[in-house]
């Protein structure tokens, strides 16, 4: 598979304070590629390092082959000259234009007028709103401002698309539709995209890759399945979902924990201080398990999400039924647990 984007030891300070830190990845053509993590790990700074709205302080950025930023080799192409299309989390809409001329104002210097219009045209049915072709955007929905700043974008064929927590202010309903729209581009179009957000269903849900970012450095890189099943650290591990992190004592093989004994894996057993990682839907109430007292109970529609003090240490699970506070009841864990280093990671 060949690759449209590399980052080769991306760094971006701000004064003393490190933003993006020393940031190594590779994106392959067609790829969506979700960037998670909380606000001010500094996942914004590095969509806009790729996009070349802000200056990188290090680092290598090559795209398509083509080095649009190094460091080394003095290289710092503008953002009209690097083929990226980039959505803010703001939109960025101006006010005083029309849907359509939004779509020709950004194809203006790259074709003549007839082909423009054409090709905007084509944009705005792609996306279901050529009907708006001559509302301005305060005359538009949630929804289908963000269809026009998706088709402005869109419309140059960018070869990749960075995609800046555009759903962060859209209700539920609206959100989902974004989402099918932007699996549509992908699987008609095959366009590139990286997709910014703190939102963990978003980027489970849209991508095909996950980076996990926590204080300017990527954690970890991996499909959503495995980084639920086998993060790389703690901060993975809770970030990708309700999770418990067991300590205990690691004897013949096993560690011993507050809910039972697990056996180490290979992989555990190379680990300096092993310790288990038991999602909340890896303990289950089971006759003749160990006694746990109800601390809170939280209906989640499905099921309960519940706190558990285990011999003063609470744990997360998920019950089928409805129990009380206070109420002590019995559990085992189930399933395949994972192991990170316990150093605190």
Same mark, same amino acid.
């Given at each position: 598979?060949?690759?449209?984007?590399?980052?080769?030891?991306?760094t971006?300070?701000?004064?003393?304070?490190?933003?993006?830190?020393?940031?190594s990845?590779?994106?392959? $053509?067609?790829?969506?590629? &979700?960037? =998670?993590?909380?606000?001010?790990?500094?996942?914004?700074? %590095?969509? #806009?390092? !790729?996009?070349?709205?802000?200056?990188?302080?290090?680092?290598?950025?090559?795209?398509?082959?083509?080095?649009?930023?190094?460091?080394?080799?003095?290289?710092d192409?503008?953002?009209?000259?690097?083929?990226?299309?980039?959505v803010?989390?703001?939109?960025?809409?101006?006010?005083?234009?029309?849907?359509?001329?939004?779509?020709?104002?950004?194809?203006?210097?790259?074709?003549?007028?007839?082909?423009?219009?054409?090709?905007?045209?084509?944009?705005?049915?792609?996306?279901?709103?050529?009907?708006? $072709?001559?509302?301005?955007? &305060?005359? =538009?929905?949630?929804?289908?401002?963000?269809?026009?700043? %998706?088709? #402005?974008? !869109?419309?140059?064929?960018?070869?990749i698309?960075?995609?800046?927590?555009p759903l962060?202010?859209?209700?539920?309903?609206?959100?989902?539709?974004?989402?099918?729209?932007?699996?549509?581009?992908?699987?008609?179009?095959g366009?590139?995209?990286?997709?910014?957000?703190?939102?963990?269903?978003?980027?489970?849900?849209?991508?095909?890759?996950?980076?996990?970012?926590?204080?300017?450095?990527?954690e970890?890189?991996?499909?959503?399945?495995?980084?639920?099943?086998?993060?790389?650290?703690?901060?993975? $591990?809770?970030?990708?979902g309700?999770?418990?992190v067991?300590?205990?004592?690691?004897?013949?093989?096993?560690?011993?924990?507050?809910?039972?004994?697990?056996?180490?894996?290979?992989?555990?057993?190379?680990?300096?201080?092993?310790?288990?990682?038991?999602?909340?839907?890896?303990?289950?109430?089971?006759?003749?398990?160990?006694a746990?007292?109800?601390v809170?109970t939280?209906?989640c529609?499905?099921?309960?999400?519940?706190?558990?003090?285990?011999g003063?240490?609470?744990?997360v699970?998920?019950?089928?039924?409805s129990?009380?506070?206070g109420?002590?009841?019995?559990?085992?864990?189930?399933?395949?647990?994972?192991?990170?280093?316990?150093?605190?990671?």
């Amino acid at each position: 598979m060949s690759q449209v984007l590399q980052i080769n030891n991306l760094t971006k300070r701000f004064g003393k304070q490190v933003a993006v830190d020393g940031v190594s990845l590779n994106v392959n $053509a067609g790829e969506f590629l &979700a960037l =998670l993590g909380p606000s001010g790990c500094g996942k914004t700074t %590095l969509l #806009r390092c !790729l996009a070349g709205l802000e200056n990188p302080t290090a680092g290598e950025l090559v795209l398509n082959e083509r080095i649009v930023y190094s460091s080394i080799k003095n290289v710092d192409l503008p953002p009209q000259e690097r083929g990226v299309g980039f959505v803010f989390q703001d939109l960025g809409l101006w006010p005083n234009m029309t849907v359509l001329n939004h779509l020709l104002f950004v194809l203006k210097d790259l074709h003549d007028k007839a082909t423009s219009m054409r090709l905007a045209r084509e944009q705005l049915n792609d996306l279901h709103i050529d009907h708006l $072709a001559k509302k301005k955007p &305060a005359q =538009l929905s949630g929804g289908e401002s963000q269809r026009l700043a %998706l088709s #402005r974008a !869109l419309v140059t064929r960018p070869a990749i698309l960075l995609l800046d927590e555009p759903l962060a202010s859209l209700d539920r309903g609206v959100s989902l539709e974004i989402r099918e729209i932007l699996r549509t581009i992908k699987s008609e179009s095959g366009t590139t995209m990286i997709y910014v957000t703190h939102s963990r269903e978003e980027a489970m849900e849209l991508g095909d890759r996950v980076a996990v970012m926590q204080d300017g450095v990527i954690e970890q890189v991996a499909s959503p399945q495995e980084l639920y099943a086998m993060p790389d650290s703690r901060f993975v $591990a809770s970030f990708l979902g309700d999770c418990n992190v067991l300590l205990g004592a690691v004897e013949q093989g096993s560690l011993k924990s507050a809910i039972g004994d697990f056996r180490l894996s290979e992989y555990a057993t190379q680990l300096k201080n092993p310790t288990v990682i038991v999602r909340d839907h890896q303990i289950e109430e089971a006759a003749g398990g160990i006694a746990a007292t109800i601390v809170r109970t939280t209906f989640c529609g499905r099921d309960y999400s519940l706190v558990v003090d285990v011999g003063g240490v609470r744990l997360v699970m998920r019950s089928e039924r409805s129990v009380t506070v206070g109420e002590v009841i019995t559990i085992r864990p189930t399933g395949n647990a994972w192991f990170v280093e316990g150093n605190g990671a």
